[in-house]
């Protein structure tokens, strides 16, 4: 269990679990924990390690063990399967995912099985090749949408694991215990606002399709209104599943809802377009990896002054000229996401700020993966290529942006309630304030 960490609804488990009872044997599940990974941060793990403790917990109750083991990932697999009949892994799309998985295919013995459960369509049978627009990636999800939303028997185990003499790493009840036994960055704290685990998961969605959903498309894109699920984190480290998520709200809402479909289009197309992306191009998280017009109108730009340049540590600590931009940093250290509106300007800002459109672009991904609870993931580098151009269209020359679509503060304060998220984030409020 490494990008599925969850107990419902998740395919890889439930996949081991029919295994395991044709083969009348117990089912182990394994997670290892590892502090090598970039940017292991309190933050990022405390959020982590409470889930996974709230997953083993609630697989106990289903008779089935859970081992934490303190390994890389792929290790303790590969061990763990000298005494196993099969190995059933879930999927990542990222290149240390990827290489994971790899690695245990080609080292263990036994066959292997890799579920896609943390997407609706699977990647490859959607397409198989890089896909420039959601317009395009679009009508090849929404054609499958429906063949993908089958209900997904919950088995009981045939024989349970409790008795097999594998000990976990650490017997402990409390991520912090984890977290003092672990050589991790403790400079990032983690977040109050988001309790992790999929209860809360579970909590947040049904909170979501009662009171947000109904307002999603009208009020989605206005910073200072609560209107989208506020799901990211979770759906990040899979404590719940996409496919559940679209067949609720189907339970309780027509799919022709124009708040359906729009939140259909951001939780499928846009997040499965971010899974296509980097499962197609090498380069997904790096400023080479941006189509070659944007890179060209860019770098034409690179003579045009800029109006200020900043260092990372101005940036880091939310200290430009900016207020808006440093209200949506404050955001992102303070609460662990960006609101999606301001988090585009607050990418695209940084092209203005640095000497050349790389320099931003791998800021944006430190910063994002540094600090967001939802960051390194396929979202975050689509998300940010996408304020360098991809996936877009290119717009009228400009300073500094070329042909890439830029985006000023007068959209920020054409919302009717931003003067709310800048009370909430903005320190300066009042410099803040000026011109609302
Ligand atoms: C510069 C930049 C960086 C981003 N970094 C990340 C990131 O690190 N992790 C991340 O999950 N999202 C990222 N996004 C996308 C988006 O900002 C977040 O998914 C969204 O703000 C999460 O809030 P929510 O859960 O309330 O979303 P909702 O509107 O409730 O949407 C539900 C889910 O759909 C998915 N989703 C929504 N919008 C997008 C989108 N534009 N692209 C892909 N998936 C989407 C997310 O999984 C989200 O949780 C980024 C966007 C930009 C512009």
Redo the contacts with the bound molecule.
């Keep these: 269990m490494e990008a599925s960490q969850r107990s419902i609804y998740n395919p890889a488990l439930e996949t081991a679990l029919f295994f395991a009872n044709q083969l009348k044997k117990p089912l182990l599940v394994y997670f290892g924990l590892t502090d090598k990974y970039k940017y292991s941060n309190s933050r990022y793990y405390s959020f982590m390690i409470d889930g996974i403790l709230k997953t083993k917990k609630s697989l106990e109750g289903r008779g089935i063990k859970l081992v934490i083991l303190k390994a890389d990932p792929p290790d303790g697999a590969i061990e763990l399967s000298k005494r196993a009949s099969l190995l059933v892994l879930d999927r990542g799309y990222l290149r240390h995912q990827r290489h994971w998985r790899r690695k245990i295919a080609e080292q263990v013995s036994i066959p292997v099985i890799e579920v896609e459960g943390d997407v609706v369509a699977p990647v490859e049978a959607v397409s198989n090749k890089a896909e420039p627009y959601a317009r395009t990636i679009r009508p090849k999800i929404l054609s499958k949408l429906f063949d993908f939303l089958e209900e997904i028997p919950q088995l009981e185990p045939v024989k349970s694991s409790f008795m097999l003499d594998i000990e976990n790493t650490w017997e402990e009840e409390r991520a912090q215990d984890y977290l003092n036994a672990l050589s991790i960055d403790k400079s990032v704290p983690p977040v109050q606002y988001y309790e992790s685990g999929e209860d809360v998961a579970l909590t947040k969605l049904k909170l979501?399709i009662e009171e947000?959903l109904p307002i999603?498309a009208e009020m989605?894109s206005d910073p200072g209104v609560k209107a989208?699920?506020?799901?990211?984190?979770?759906?990040?480290f899979g404590q719940i599943s996409?496919v559940f998520?679209v067949k609720k709200v189907l339970e309780h809402y027509p799919y022709d809802d124009p708040n359906v479909k729009i939140?259909i289009n951001?939780?499928v197309i846009?997040?499965e377009?971010?899974r296509n992306y980097a499962w197609y191009n090498p380069l997904y998280n790096e400023y080479e990896g941006l189509p070659s017009w944007a890179r060209e109108t860019l770098e034409k730009h690179l003579p045009d002054k800029r109006p200020a340049i900043y260092e990372l540590s101005q940036l880091e600590e939310g200290n430009t000229d900016d207020p808006y931009w440093n209200s949506a940093q404050r955001e992102l250290l303070t609460k662990g996401?960006?609101?999606?509106y301001i988090?585009?300007y607050?990418?695209k800002k940084l092209i203005e700020w640095t000497p050349h459109p790389k320099i931003a672009f791998d800021i944006?991904c430190y910063l994002?993966?540094k600090y967001?609870l939802?960051?390194?993931?396929p979202?975050?580098?689509?998300?940010?290529s996408?304020?360098f151009g991809a996936f877009d269209r290119p717009f009228p020359e400009r300073e500094i942006y070329g042909r890439v679509r830029k985006m000023s503060s007068a959209s920020l304060l054409s919302k009717p309630n931003f003067k709310r998220y800048l009370q909430q984030f903005g320190k300066t409020t009042s410099q803040a304030l000026k011109g609302i």
């Design positions: 979501f947000r999603y989605r989208t699920s506020e799901l990211s984190p979770y759906i990040r996409p998520i939140f951001e939780l846009w997040r377009l971010a996401t960006i609101h999606n988090r585009m607050w990418c944006a994002n993966d967001a939802d960051g390194r993931d979202n975050g580098y689509a998300g940010i996408w304020c």
